[in-house]
């Protein structure tokens, strides 16, 4: 089945510099990607969803990557500030039976921390 | 409405009770996921409802928990004895295949502590 490798598991940045987190994949037939941020005590919050075609997404301070051939997805906050601090995860989903979304396959998160 | 909806958000049971939670699923969605995250680290998959029947479980959700969807709009995840491994975020999400348009709406979660 799909194995999702995250990381860093922890990461710390100062203000104003950029924050990278990667994560790999194993299923060919991937289609959905999702980033997500959860702050402590908090439900997951969608950042980012990608689809198998596009390869270079733009957010709100930050740059969603999606290398296919690597099977690699990448998220590049730009800039970060302390309110970035939050734990992040990837995530990737399949089609299930030609109709409809399986469940999703999550990294093991990257804890994110943005000095002042 | 564009929301997930868990109750209780907090929930505390001693050792070998039972335990229960509620999901009420997105509006029009039909596809309901249980996911369990202990002091938020990876998010395991538990149990994946389509149309309300289970179509994939882990073997812990089978012999320890109890998990159904009695309607569209409702869905509930209980722990028939609980332990003290089970204290997490449990996660309800749910989604509806419509293409490129597709999307996982998740809920807050319940939180349940086992002392």
């Known amino acids: 089945g799909e194995q999702v490798e995250q990381r860093p598991p922890h990461l710390s940045v100062r203000e104003g510099d950029s924050a990278f987190i990667t994560c790999t994949y194993t299923?060919?037939?991937?289609?959905?990607f999702f980033w997500y941020k959860q702050e402590p005590g908090a439900s997951l919050q969608l950042l980012m969803k990608?689809?198998?075609?596009?390869e270079i997404n733009e957010g709100q301070g930050f740059t969603v990557l999606l290398n296919k051939k690597d099977k690699r997805l990448s998220l590049n906050l730009t800039a970060a500030h302390p309110g970035d601090s939050a734990a992040y995860f990837c995530?990737?989903?399949?089609?299930?039976?030609?109709?409809?979304?399986?469940?999703?396959?999550f990294g093991a998160g990257t804890q994110l921390i943005v000095i002042p | 409405d564009a929301a997930v909806t868990q109750k209780p958000r907090y929930l505390i049971k001693m050792k070998g009770q039972e335990a229960e939670m509620k999901c009420i699923p997105e509006?029009?969605?039909?596809?309901v996921f249980w996911y369990q995250q202990k002091q938020s680290k990876e998010l395991k998959f538990l149990i994946y409802?389509?149309?309300?029947?289970?179509?994939?479980q882990i073997d812990m959700v089978k012999e320890r928990f109890s998990a159904v969807c009695p309607s569209s709009s409702l869905c509930s995840l209980g722990i028939r004895t609980c332990e003290a491994e089970d204290s997490a975020l449990y996660l309800c999400?749910?989604?509806?295949?419509?293409?490129?348009?597709?999307?996982?709406?998740f809920g807050s979660g319940t939180r349940l502590l086992v002392i």
């Open positions: 299923d060919p037939n991937s289609y959905y």
């Open positions: 409802f389509q149309n309300q029947q289970p179509l994939d």
């Open positions: 999400s749910s989604s509806q295949w419509e293409g490129r348009d597709s999307d996982y709406t």
């Open positions: 995530a990737v989903g399949l089609i299930d039976r030609g109709s409809a979304l399986g469940r999703l396959h």
């Open positions: 509006k029009g969605h039909t596809a």
């Open positions: 990608v689809f198998s075609s596009t």
